[in-house]
Protein backbone atom coordinates (compact mmCIF):
# COMPACT_ATOMS: atom_id res chain seq x y z
CA UNK A 1 0.00 0.00 0.00
CA UNK A 2 1.55 3.57 -1.07
CA UNK A 3 0.10 6.56 0.24
CA UNK A 4 0.99 10.15 -1.77
CA UNK A 5 0.50 13.41 -0.89
CA UNK A 6 1.33 16.55 -3.19
CA UNK A 7 2.24 19.74 -2.20
CA UNK A 8 3.62 22.87 -3.73
CA UNK A 9 0.03 24.36 -5.20
CA UNK A 10 -1.08 27.97 -4.79
CA UNK A 11 -2.07 30.77 -6.55
CA UNK A 12 0.35 32.15 -9.40
CA UNK A 13 0.33 35.00 -11.46
CA UNK A 14 0.33 34.08 -15.75
CA UNK A 15 3.95 33.55 -16.83
CA UNK A 16 5.34 32.00 -13.49
CA UNK A 17 6.49 29.02 -12.36
CA UNK A 18 5.56 26.51 -9.49
CA UNK A 19 6.86 22.86 -8.29
CA UNK A 20 4.64 20.22 -7.05
CA UNK A 21 5.79 17.70 -5.21
CA UNK A 22 4.42 14.25 -4.71
CA UNK A 23 5.83 12.40 -1.22
CA UNK A 24 5.62 9.02 -1.51
CA UNK A 25 5.06 6.27 1.62
CA UNK A 26 4.59 2.77 2.52
CA UNK A 27 5.84 0.99 -0.02
CA UNK A 28 9.28 0.74 -2.52
CA UNK A 29 9.17 3.97 -3.80
CA UNK A 30 11.27 3.27 -7.04
CA UNK A 31 9.07 0.10 -8.27
CA UNK A 32 6.53 2.10 -8.92
CA UNK A 33 5.80 4.64 -11.95
CA UNK A 34 4.33 8.15 -10.95
CA UNK A 35 1.89 10.02 -13.17
CA UNK A 36 0.28 13.60 -12.97
CA UNK A 37 -2.88 14.45 -13.44
CA UNK A 38 -5.28 17.73 -12.94
CA UNK A 39 -9.06 18.27 -13.09
CA UNK A 40 -10.56 21.25 -13.65
CA UNK A 41 -13.63 22.37 -12.47
CA UNK A 42 -16.74 20.79 -14.97
CA UNK A 43 -13.43 18.67 -17.08
CA UNK A 44 -12.50 15.55 -17.34
CA UNK A 45 -9.26 14.41 -15.15
CA UNK A 46 -6.37 15.16 -17.87
CA UNK A 47 -3.05 13.73 -18.01
CA UNK A 48 -0.14 16.02 -17.48
CA UNK A 49 2.89 14.09 -17.06
CA UNK A 50 4.45 11.01 -16.18
CA UNK A 51 7.94 9.12 -14.82
CA UNK A 52 8.24 5.33 -15.20
CA UNK A 53 9.92 3.09 -12.77
CA UNK A 54 12.80 3.24 -14.62
CA UNK A 55 13.25 7.14 -15.43
CA UNK A 56 11.48 7.61 -18.82
CA UNK A 57 9.44 10.79 -18.88
CA UNK A 58 5.83 11.27 -20.88
CA UNK A 59 4.09 14.74 -20.78
CA UNK A 60 0.73 15.77 -22.18
CA UNK A 61 1.08 18.27 -25.33
CA UNK A 62 -0.13 21.14 -23.59
CA UNK A 63 2.68 21.14 -20.90
CA UNK A 64 5.45 19.85 -23.14
CA UNK A 65 8.60 21.91 -23.01
CA UNK A 66 7.34 23.99 -20.09
CA UNK A 67 7.20 20.98 -17.63
CA UNK A 68 9.94 18.39 -16.10
CA UNK A 69 9.14 15.72 -14.32
CA UNK A 70 11.76 14.35 -11.88
CA UNK A 71 12.07 11.99 -9.31
CA UNK A 72 14.45 11.12 -5.91
CA UNK A 73 14.06 7.34 -5.28
CA UNK A 74 16.15 8.33 -1.86
CA UNK A 75 13.61 11.01 -0.52
CA UNK A 76 10.92 9.08 -2.29
CA UNK A 77 9.63 12.34 -4.36
CA UNK A 78 8.75 13.13 -7.98
CA UNK A 79 8.50 16.24 -8.58
CA UNK A 80 6.79 18.32 -11.47
CA UNK A 81 8.14 21.14 -12.63
CA UNK A 82 5.67 23.92 -14.43
CA UNK A 83 6.76 26.99 -16.38
CA UNK A 84 5.74 30.12 -18.49
CA UNK A 85 1.95 29.05 -16.38
CA UNK A 86 -1.37 30.26 -17.85
CA UNK A 87 -4.56 30.45 -16.53
CA UNK A 88 -5.58 27.29 -18.56
CA UNK A 89 -3.22 25.26 -16.01
CA UNK A 90 -5.56 25.92 -12.93
CA UNK A 91 -7.32 22.63 -11.56
CA UNK A 92 -6.31 20.31 -8.69
CA UNK A 93 -3.18 18.43 -9.52
CA UNK A 94 -3.20 15.32 -8.54
CA UNK A 95 0.04 12.38 -8.39
CA UNK A 96 -0.72 8.82 -8.84
CA UNK A 97 1.21 5.88 -8.84
CA UNK A 98 1.47 2.39 -10.16
CA UNK A 99 4.08 -0.47 -10.68
CA UNK A 100 3.48 -0.44 -14.23
CA UNK A 101 5.62 1.05 -17.22
CA UNK A 102 2.77 1.22 -19.79
CA UNK A 103 -0.19 3.33 -20.74
CA UNK A 104 0.91 5.89 -18.14
CA UNK A 105 -1.25 8.49 -19.70
CA UNK A 106 -3.90 6.63 -18.61
CA UNK A 107 -5.80 7.46 -15.28
CA UNK A 108 -6.98 3.95 -14.84
CA UNK A 109 -3.93 2.22 -14.83
CA UNK A 110 -3.08 3.70 -11.15
CA UNK A 111 -4.05 2.17 -8.20
CA UNK A 112 -2.64 4.72 -5.81
CA UNK A 113 -3.61 8.36 -5.70
CA UNK A 114 -3.35 11.54 -3.34
CA UNK A 115 -5.33 14.12 -2.43
CA UNK A 116 -4.32 16.79 -4.66
CA UNK A 117 -3.29 20.13 -4.58
CA UNK A 118 -4.79 23.51 -5.93
CA UNK A 119 -3.10 25.28 -8.87
CA UNK A 120 -4.56 28.86 -9.66
CA UNK A 121 -2.94 30.85 -12.35
CA UNK A 122 -4.68 34.48 -12.84
CA UNK A 123 -4.51 36.44 -15.68
Known amino acids: QVQLVESGGGLVQAGDSLRLSCAASGGTFSTYSVGWFRQAPGKEREFVGAISWRGNTYYADSVKGRSTISRDNAKNTVDLQMNSLKPDDTAVYYC?????????????????WGQGTQVTVSS
Open 96 to 112: AADTADWDLSNWARYDY
